[in-house]
């Protein structure tokens, strides 16, 4: 576990000299600063703090944060994460990926980091298009999106990463609109303090290549309509007026109105985002009405470095070496005289 | 039984002092087994020994059949051995498939011994084989030795309760006493280390050493075997040896090299034949603090240790070919983050998936050049089994004394080979020093660099007030961040080269061995050391004028090189490819002549080839 700090740290101090160069109106600033208002909530010293990325417009990044950081290659940053924890577990490591960085390109290393379960935390950018790349359609573009490289529609139904995620043993998933700064600072914050991997999709607006691609969601007016907002062990409650929950129908989540149809606050599901049985997770990341947003798994679970310490500790223990020379000289030598 | 006469014919004296023994059968026969037994215990009795495992890529390839072939070569000696030797003193055949496969390789008039009760019908047909063998008279030219060696272990074990194949399994170990008793060994080695291995299974044990004796007393009883040769201890530097393969050997070079130089070791790999035996012998050693990580891929592999280096450790991967290939891109992050990095290739026949366990060396443009953009490495090469352990050391002291990514080339040859190692202890090696700061001076910059190696410095994440940003896009000359300047860009370009080309300051001078001036030099690099030396010291006892030189380090090369290869008349590049090394050498060198001698057979170099390839070259002068 990383040192607590004693010195209080300001958003400043995790700002770097270097020029941000989003378009305007980029919802990634959002997340930015987000981010270099939540690090000093850590308790976390600004040395520990490593921040990598792949590539693509979200993975500039680590550029923008005055910590350790490495902006990689594409699709990779999940395995040079996992190398940079496994060398120093000390360390709190933030992997900074896109759609395209993580589910195309980086698929395979995106559903083995989950699995593994390293401390460290992800933060998926989905704006479901390619950013970088100047707006080719992404495996989270809808079907039939027009993009640059499917100006007739596109034909590959999406991954929804929620779904790949719990698919891919996720302990933590959290959901949030890129509009939503309090609530994705007091997230980050929370993805630090879980120990295991975090991951976080941001629904991230891409003025320039798709533009309100979540407003049905996220847009200001609509958005408590739209969007239940999940926290562990509260009612899955909703809406302006509060008066709409979720309750199981079967094997179906079903939106009902309190104080219709004999419905009570009672009857409405509880949330608990603790348990190791994901099945009403994955309910929840399929939902298309509300969309869940909070966190929604959170189950806390060994970690890989610490089953690879133990095991250290174990064959320590046991094995009569510390020194190389002692194995180089064990076993079956002979003298030439 | 049938002993046909010998024709003893004038033998060389090499061949008086060294003999070449080749254990055949099926996969599942043991054979990899019998011939390390016979090496080991060869090595201890004081001989010089090589090897060579030769197996199927197919786990269980159908029995009996030709390409289910698996064989072990060894060449012991009383003098010096650099390859496990051409042509055969004792072929032993434990079926059809594997003597179809393998006669050829048996000098005329020496020894085979067979088990004839392989020699079915269905075996026969299975080796294709229109006739028998030990009935049509092909067997003429050399000295059978028929024995039922099925039967024989049968019987042996007859009283012991174990199931058939329990009992078939260990004839192979019939064949091996008789080999024993043949050339004068002690079975003592063999029997402990079956004591060892089925220390919960003494019954295993036991029959294992009974049949192992009951071949070794019926070769004695029979009387009609003599012994062909004594050969007697080799006279080698005084020391404590052990018998290492070449994997293995690369495996300790880095354990060395991490406890040298403080750091911890991480491995990123994912398996690939014949690298995979690194990762196996490193994932035991987690009592030195080794983080060896199985990666879902190769790309994971790299840059899972590119992150381990960026965070302070020695970090390295392993791989064959095709997973080099995989692997370009990382390297050239790398490359460009100036992070120290050591990738190993055991290099295998390509291209493709090519021949996953056969021998070749055709993957040294690769290293050289296989990235994309101007993206210089540091790449040198193994070349014997023991010397692997020294080539990965100095891959690790490379790395981390130039900041630059290291590939260190072997190949299948040398990495399941074996021969003694004369043990080295932590403090025989050569210091090593890293470039790690830990205080931020006034005028701190990531990219600042040493003046004499221009290595960057290396400020590892948890260090106060060195925070930093690196990454792959191109970086300013003083802060590292990002920049597209054009002067900016050819400078750095040139840097990295120019830092790599300076490490030819820090390695040893090229050397020709045996002659260092005359009219043939043979040019080699990498695992055909051993055939390239033992040819060469073949024809320099017949007093040819003729060099060898080897290039351990292939970029930079060393700064000697143009005056090497300056004071022979012929120069010949020997390789298991197309001519790689030649080509690069022609670019460098143009100077001079180059005439190439290549074999890709997925086979090693045979010495009495290169002989005659080096005497017909001088001839033409
Ligand atoms: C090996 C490789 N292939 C392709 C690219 C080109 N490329 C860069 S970013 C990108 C997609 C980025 O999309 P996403 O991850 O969604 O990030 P965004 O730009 O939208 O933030 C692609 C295809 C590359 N840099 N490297
Ligand atoms: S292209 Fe889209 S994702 Fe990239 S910076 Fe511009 S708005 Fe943001």
Same mark, same amino acid.
């Given at each position: 576990?990383?040192?607590?700090?004693?010195?209080?740290?300001?958003?400043?101090?995790?700002?770097?000299?270097?020029?941000?160069?989003?378009?305007?109106?980029?919802?990634?600033?959002?997340?930015?600063?987000?981010?270099?208002?939540?690090?000093?909530?850590?308790?976390?010293?600004?040395?520990?703090?490593?921040?990598?990325?792949?590539?693509?417009?979200?993975?500039?990044?680590?550029?923008?944060?005055?910590?350790?950081?490495?902006?990689?290659?594409?699709?990779?940053?999940?395995?040079?994460?996992?190398?940079?924890?496994?060398?120093?577990?000390?360390?709190?490591?933030?992997?900074?990926?896109?759609?395209?960085?993580?589910?195309?390109?980086?698929?395979?290393?995106?559903?083995?980091?989950?699995?593994?379960?390293?401390?460290?935390?992800?933060?998926?950018?989905?704006?479901?298009?390619?950013?970088?790349?100047?707006?080719?359609?992404?495996?989270?573009?809808?079907?039939?999106?027009?993009?640059?490289?499917?100006?007739?529609?596109?034909?590959?139904?999406?991954?929804?990463?929620?779904?790949?995620?719990?698919?891919?043993?996720?302990?933590?998933?959290?959901?949030?609109?890129?509009?939503?700064?309090?609530?994705?600072?007091?997230?980050?914050?929370?993805?630090?303090?879980?120990?295991?991997?975090?991951?976080?999709?941001?629904?991230?607006?891409?003025?320039?290549?798709?533009?309100?691609?979540?407003?049905?969601?996220?847009?200001?007016?609509?958005?408590?309509?739209?969007?239940?907002?999940?926290?562990?062990?509260?009612?899955?409650?909703?809406?302006?007026?509060?008066?709409?929950?979720?309750?199981?129908?079967?094997?179906?989540?079903?939106?009902?109105?309190?104080?219709?149809?004999?419905?009570?606050?009672?009857?409405?599901?509880?949330?608990?985002?603790?348990?190791?049985?994901?099945?009403?997770?994955?309910?929840?990341?399929?939902?298309?009405?509300?969309?869940?947003?909070?966190?929604?798994?959170?189950?806390?679970?060994?970690?890989?470095?610490?089953?690879?310490?133990?095991?250290?500790?174990?064959?320590?223990?046991?094995?009569?070496?510390?020194?190389?020379?002692?194995?180089?000289?064990?076993?079956?030598?002979?003298?030439?005289? | 039984?049938?002993?046909?006469?010998?024709?003893?014919?004038?033998?060389?004296?090499?061949?008086?002092?060294?003999?070449?023994?080749?254990?055949?059968?099926?996969?599942?026969?043991?054979?990899?087994?019998?011939?390390?037994?016979?090496?080991?215990?060869?090595?201890?009795?004081?001989?010089?020994?090589?090897?060579?495992?030769?197996?199927?890529?197919?786990?269980?390839?159908?029995?009996?059949?030709?390409?289910?072939?698996?064989?072990?070569?060894?060449?012991?000696?009383?003098?010096?051995?650099?390859?496990?030797?051409?042509?055969?003193?004792?072929?032993?055949?434990?079926?059809?498939?594997?003597?179809?496969?393998?006669?050829?390789?048996?000098?005329?008039?020496?020894?085979?011994?067979?088990?004839?009760?392989?020699?079915?019908?269905?075996?026969?047909?299975?080796?294709?084989?229109?006739?028998?063998?030990?009935?049509?008279?092909?067997?003429?030219?050399?000295?059978?030795?028929?024995?039922?060696?099925?039967?024989?272990?049968?019987?042996?074990?007859?009283?012991?309760?174990?199931?058939?194949?329990?009992?078939?399994?260990?004839?192979?170990?019939?064949?091996?006493?008789?080999?024993?008793?043949?050339?004068?060994?002690?079975?003592?080695?063999?029997?402990?280390?079956?004591?060892?291995?089925?220390?919960?299974?003494?019954?295993?044990?036991?029959?294992?050493?009974?049949?192992?004796?009951?071949?070794?007393?019926?070769?004695?009883?029979?009387?009609?075997?003599?012994?062909?040769?004594?050969?007697?201890?080799?006279?080698?530097?005084?020391?404590?040896?052990?018998?290492?393969?070449?994997?293995? &050997?690369?495996?300790? +070079?880095? %354990? =060395?090299?991490?406890?040298? !130089? #403080?750091?911890? *070791?991480? @491995?990123?790999?994912?398996? $690939?034949?014949?690298?995979?035996?690194?990762?196996?012998?490193?994932?035991?050693?987690?009592?030195?603090?080794?983080?060896?990580?199985?990666?879902?891929?190769?790309?994971?592999?790299?840059?899972?240790?590119?992150? &381990?280096?960026?965070? +302070?450790? %020695? =970090?390295?991967?392993?791989? !064959? #070919?095709?997973? *080099?290939? @995989?692997?370009?891109?990382? $390297?050239?992050?790398?490359?460009?983050?100036?992070?120290?990095?050591?990738?190993?290739?055991?290099?295998?026949?390509?291209?493709?998936?090519?021949?996953?366990?056969?021998?070749?060396?055709?993957?040294?443009?690769? &290293?050289?050049?296989?990235?994309?953009?101007?993206?210089?490495?540091?790449?040198?090469?193994?070349?014997?089994?023991?010397?692997?352990?020294?080539?990965?050391?100095?891959?690790?002291?490379?790395?981390?004394?130039?900041?630059?990514?290291?590939?260190?080339?072997?190949?299948?040859?040398?990495?399941?080979?074996?021969?003694?190692?004369?043990?080295?202890?932590?403090?025989?090696?050569?210091?090593?020093?890293?470039?790690?700061?830990?205080?931020?001076?006034?005028?701190?910059?990531?990219?600042?660099?040493?003046?004499?190696?221009?290595?960057?410095?290396?400020?590892?994440?948890?260090?106060?007030?060195?925070?930093?940003?690196?990454?792959?896009?191109?970086?300013?000359?003083?802060?590292?961040?990002?920049?597209?300047?054009?002067?900016?860009?050819?400078?750095?370009?040139?840097?990295?080269?120019?830092?790599?080309?300076?490490?030819?300051?820090?390695?040893?001078?090229?050397?020709?061995?045996?002659?260092?001036?005359?009219?043939?030099?043979?040019?080699?690099?990498?695992?055909?050391?051993?055939?390239?030396?033992?040819?060469?010291?073949?024809?320099?006892?017949?007093?040819?004028?003729?060099?060898?030189?080897?290039?351990?380090?292939?970029?930079?090369?060393?700064?000697?090189?143009?005056?090497?290869?300056?004071?022979?008349?012929?120069?010949?590049?020997?390789?298991?490819?197309?001519?790689?090394?030649?080509?690069?050498?022609?670019?460098?060198?143009?100077?001079?002549?180059?005439?190439?001698?290549?074999?890709?057979?997925?086979?090693?170099?045979?010495?009495?080839?290169?002989?005659?390839?080096?005497?017909?070259?001088?001839?033409?002068?």
């Amino acid at each position: 576990m990383q040192d607590t700090v004693e010195k209080k740290y300001t958003f400043k101090d995790f700002a770097s000299d270097q020029e941000v160069r989003w378009c305007p109106g980029c919802d990634d600033y959002v997340i930015l600063r987000s981010m270099q208002k939540a690090l000093p909530d850590m308790g976390v010293k600004k040395e520990d703090v490593v921040f990598i990325s792949g590539i693509g417009c979200s993975s500039r990044f680590p550029y923008y944060i005055d910590s350790y950081g490495m902006h990689s290659i594409h699709g990779r940053a999940a395995a040079i994460s996992s190398g940079v924890k496994l060398a120093n577990p000390d360390l709190s490591v933030w992997m900074i990926t896109g759609d395209g960085d993580s589910l195309a390109i980086g698929g395979n290393h995106f559903i083995h980091v989950l699995r593994r379960n390293l401390n460290l935390n992800i933060i998926l950018f989905n704006n479901e298009i390619y950013g970088l790349t100047k707006g080719q359609f992404s495996p989270t573009s809808l079907i039939g999106q027009k993009t640059k490289s499917s100006p007739y529609g596109n034909t590959q139904p999406p991954f929804h990463p929620g779904e790949l995620a719990l698919g891919a043993q996720a302990r933590f998933f959290a959901r949030l609109g890129g509009n939503s700064p309090k609530e994705m600072t007091a997230l980050f914050v929370e993805a630090e303090k879980f120990k295991g991997t975090s991951l976080i999709e941001i629904l991230q607006n891409c003025v320039i290549f798709n533009d309100g691609c979540f407003t049905q969601f996220t847009d200001k007016k609509i958005k408590e309509d739209k969007q239940i907002f999940l926290e562990h062990g509260k009612p899955m409650i909703f809406g302006k007026e509060r008066d709409k929950g979720l309750v199981l129908n079967g094997l179906k989540l079903e939106v009902v109105t309190i104080g219709e149809n004999g419905v009570t606050e009672e009857d409405i599901l509880v949330h608990n985002a603790k348990c190791e049985d994901n099945t009403l997770h994955q309910m929840l990341v399929k939902l298309q009405y509300p969309l869940a947003t909070g966190i929604i798994r959170s189950y806390e679970d060994s970690t890989f470095e610490e089953r690879e310490a133990m095991l250290n500790e174990q064959v320590k223990s046991k094995s009569g070496f510390s020194k190389v020379d002692e194995l180089f000289f064990s076993g079956e030598t002979y003298e030439v005289k | 039984m049938t002993v046909n006469k010998i024709q003893t014919a004038e033998q060389e004296v090499e061949s008086l002092s060294a003999v070449v023994i080749r254990f055949v059968g099926d996969s599942g026969d043991g054979m990899q087994l019998t011939g390390t037994q016979f090496t080991d215990t060869s090595a201890m009795f004081g001989n010089d020994v090589a090897t060579f495992p030769n197996y199927p890529a197919e786990i269980r390839a159908p029995q009996g059949s030709l390409y289910g072939v698996s064989g072990y070569q060894v060449h012991i000696g009383s003098i010096e051995v650099s390859t496990p030797g051409d042509d055969l003193d004792l072929l032993v055949a434990m079926n059809p498939a594997g003597l179809k496969t393998n006669l050829h390789a048996l000098k005329p008039g020496h020894t085979l011994i067979i088990d004839v009760d392989s020699f079915s019908k269905k075996n026969l047909q299975k080796a294709e084989y229109e006739t028998n063998p030990l009935e049509d008279g092909s067997l003429e030219n050399y000295r059978v030795i028929e024995v039922s060696m099925t039967s024989m272990t049968k019987e042996a074990l007859k009283d012991m309760g174990l199931d058939n194949k329990s009992i078939t399994r260990s004839k192979n170990m019939f064949a091996l006493g008789m080999v024993y008793w043949m050339y004068d060994r002690d079975m003592n080695h063999t029997l402990n280390f079956f004591d060892q291995k089925f220390k919960y299974k003494p019954e295993i044990a036991q029959a294992n050493a009974k049949v192992l004796k009951a071949g070794y007393y019926y070769a004695e009883t029979l009387e009609l075997i003599p012994n062909a040769y004594k050969i007697m201890p080799s006279e080698m530097p005084k020391g404590t040896y052990r018998i290492l393969n070449g994997n293995t &050997a690369t495996a300790w +070079g880095f %354990l =060395a090299a991490a406890e040298k !130089s #403080g750091l911890e *070791l991480f @491995l990123g790999s994912y398996p $690939i034949t014949p690298a995979t035996d690194i990762l196996h012998e490193l994932v035991k050693h987690k009592n030195f603090g080794v983080k060896a990580f199985q990666a879902e891929d190769e790309i994971a592999g790299v840059t899972s240790a590119i992150g &381990a280096s960026f965070a +302070g450790d %020695l =970090a390295i991967t392993t791989t !064959s #070919g095709p997973g *080099l290939a @995989l692997k370009g891109e990382a $390297i050239g992050l790398a490359m460009m983050t100036e992070l120290p990095l050591v990738i190993v290739n055991v290099q295998r026949g390509g291209p493709s998936t090519g021949l996953p366990t056969k021998t070749e060396q055709s993957d040294l443009l690769q &290293a050289l050049y296989g990235r994309n953009g101007e993206s210089p490495v540091i790449v040198i090469a193994a070349s014997t089994p023991a010397n692997c352990f020294d080539y990965a050391f100095e891959a690790a002291k490379l790395t981390l004394e130039h900041m630059t990514p290291v590939i260190l080339l072997t190949d299948g040859y040398i990495a399941n080979g074996s021969e003694p190692w004369r043990i080295k202890s932590i403090k025989d090696m050569p210091e090593i020093m890293t470039h790690v700061i830990d205080e931020r001076s006034e005028t701190w910059h990531p990219y600042d660099r040493d003046n004499d190696t221009l290595s960057r410095n290396w400020a590892i994440p948890g260090t106060p007030g060195l925070e930093h940003r690196v990454g792959g896009l191109e970086k300013d000359k003083i802060t590292g961040n990002v920049s597209y300047v054009p002067d900016n860009h050819e400078y750095m370009t040139n840097i990295r080269a120019e830092k790599v080309k300076r490490v030819e300051n820090y390695i040893p001078d090229l050397e020709a061995e045996y002659n260092e001036e005359g009219d043939l030099l043979l040019i080699g690099w990498g695992g055909t050391y051993g055939s390239l030396h033992s040819a060469v010291r073949k024809l320099d006892a017949k007093g040819y004028k003729v060099g060898h030189a080897h290039f351990h380090y292939l970029n930079p090369f060393p700064k000697n090189t143009a005056e090497v290869l300056s004071k022979f008349k012929k120069i010949v590049v020997c390789e298991l490819n197309k001519g790689q090394l030649a080509k690069v050498l022609k670019s460098r060198f143009p100077e001079f002549e180059y005439i190439q001698y290549n074999k890709v057979m997925g086979l090693p170099f045979s010495v009495t080839d290169l002989v005659a390839k080096s005497k017909n070259i001088i001839k033409d002068n």
